[in-house]
């Protein structure tokens, strides 16, 4: 049923707001993503899905890792945006650790500079086959409670 | 059939029909909202989905209570429902409505969250608002009918509304804040990104928001049933009249709901007080004279 009711949440990292700004163009009655049922909450207790724009830097490391643990299973993660994925133009910032999987695992990249809303769309739509694996495996995925020390090592996207 | 029959039917539509007529109705309420902000919409069934879907998510609940209160106060408005729809005493359906409120506010205290705790103080005062109005209107209702038991309107040559249309007006004004439409959503609101997060349920999961979803349906045919009332006497057809004065009721409620922007709880208790303070004042007034 997660197919039909995914509520995303969405947190803005180090970016220059512009895939933030379409993020949000997706809820305005041009894209309607309600129409899939998504419904964009602040909260990330009501969350299925978590939107991530921007990269990771030393500030926002603790903020996004809360903000995914506080999210109950099944969940999933896409990262929207060059930055997202790997920093993009933000990379060589004395702050900044890179993409969002320095921090969390991501499941969905989405490519752009800035993402179009059509492809955040198309992201959250293939985040919706990753949670309803998750749902049908019933597996509760162990928390990946990374440590500062280990953020700036690699991981590869995906929770299992 | 004889009575007891017709009272288990009754019991039986209350239970299981009822939150079917309360998700559809929710489900229009989105797709006409969409319509009016030139959106497509979310499907009719929207509504059954999220409930499924969070009923197949984790549910952590920061304490025991929360799941405790929460199924408290679904089961207070289902009893509400129930004894609304078998005709019983109207004093007794608002007392069991009024308890499921409390459980729920404890609900929001029981919780850690800033935002739960400000949703429950702003539930209270919600409560405030409303409540004299509910209480003044089964007044009314004993002032029309002669008795407080519901089934005594279906024995009535005229419906309620032609003897107490004021109270029926100042009914009318708190629907909205039971409704949990804006102008006044303040504890919660169906819209997401507010900026209590949502409210008195921002720490709910899984089946404890599920239990709110269903407990929010029940609501809102409770609500209506209550206009219904004020509609129905001894002609059968008359059902049909109350039918559609609920579904007006509706749809004005969604219109208000999209024209106005939310107000701070002072004016939101100042004006649900004069509104129906004056309109029932001046409604005894007027029975009394007759
Ligand atoms: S990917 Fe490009 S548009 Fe998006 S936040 Fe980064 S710099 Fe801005």
């Known amino acids: 049923m997660v197919r039909k009711s995914p509520w995303i949440l969405h947190y803005d990292g180090s970016s220059c707001n512009g895939c933030d700004i379409e993020v ?30 921007g990269s990771i830097n030393e500030q926002n490391l603790p903020v996004v890792k809360q903000l995914y643990d506080q999210m109950p299973t099944p969940r999933a993660v896409v990262a929207i945006g060059a930055c997202a994925a790997t920093g993009g133009v933000f990379k060589d910032c004395y702050n900044v650790y890179g993409g969002v ?25 293939k985040a919706l086959d990753v949670l309803e694996n998750r749902r049908v495996k019933k597996s509760k995925p162990k928390k990946e409670l990374s440590t500062r020390k280990n953020a700036k090592a690699k991981t590869t996207g995906g929770e299992e | 059939m004889n009575s007891f029959t017709l009272v288990l039917i009754e019991v039986l539509l209350a239970v299981i029909a009822a939150p079917i007529v309360g998700g559809l109705l929710t489900g229009i309420d989105r797709k006409i909202t969409a319509r009016m902000q030139r959106r497509k919409g979310p499907p009719l069934l929207q509504p059954f989905y999220d409930v499924a879907k969070l009923l197949q998510k984790e549910s952590s609940t920061v304490n025991m209570f929360t799941r405790f209160f929460t199924s408290f106060s679904l089961f ?14 109207l004093l007794l359906c608002i007392f069991s409505f009024t308890l499921a409120m409390i459980f729920f506010v404890i609900m929001g205290y029981s919780g850690y969250s800033p935002y739960s705790f400000i949703g429950a103080e702003r539930e209270l005062i919600q409560i405030m608002c409303y409540e004299p109005m509910i209480l003044i209107m089964a007044f009314g209702f004993y002032e029309s009918t002669g008795s407080f038991k519901i089934s005594e309107t279906l024995v009535q040559s005229t419906p309620v509304i032609t003897k107490i249309p004021l109270i029926f007006l100042g009914f009318i004004f708190i629907l909205t804040i039971k409704l949990r439409k804006s102008p006044f959503d303040l504890s919660m609101s169906h819209h997401a990104h507010q900026e209590l997060v949502k409210g008195i349920t921002t720490e709910l999961t899984g089946i404890c928001m599920a239990m709110v979803e269903v407990t929010h349906w029940f609501e809102t045919v409770f609500s209506l049933a209550l206009v219904y009332v004020f509609f129905i006497w001894a002609n059968p057809y008359s059902h049909v009249i109350a039918v559609a004065a609920c579904l007006i009721a509706y749809f004005l409620e969604i219109l208000i709901d999209n024209i106005f922007a939310r107000l701070k709880w002072e004016p939101v208790l100042r004006t649900s007080w004069i509104v129906t303070g004056a309109a029932s004042l001046a409604n005894f007034i007027i029975l009394g004279l007759i």
């Open chain 2, 76 to 89: 207070f408005t289902v009893l509400a429902v129930v004894l609304l729809f078998i005709g019983q005493d």
């Open chain 1, 101 to 125: 999987a320095t921090a969390i695992p991501v499941d969905v990249y989405v490519p752009g500079c800035a993402a179009r809303p059509e492809n955040i769309i198309a992201g959250v739509v």
């Open chain 1, 24 to 53: 949000l163009a997706c809820l305005t009655p041009v894209f309607d993503v309600e129409r899939f049922g998504i419904i964009n909450t602040g909260n990330p207790k009501h969350a299925d899905i978590l939107l991530i724009t």
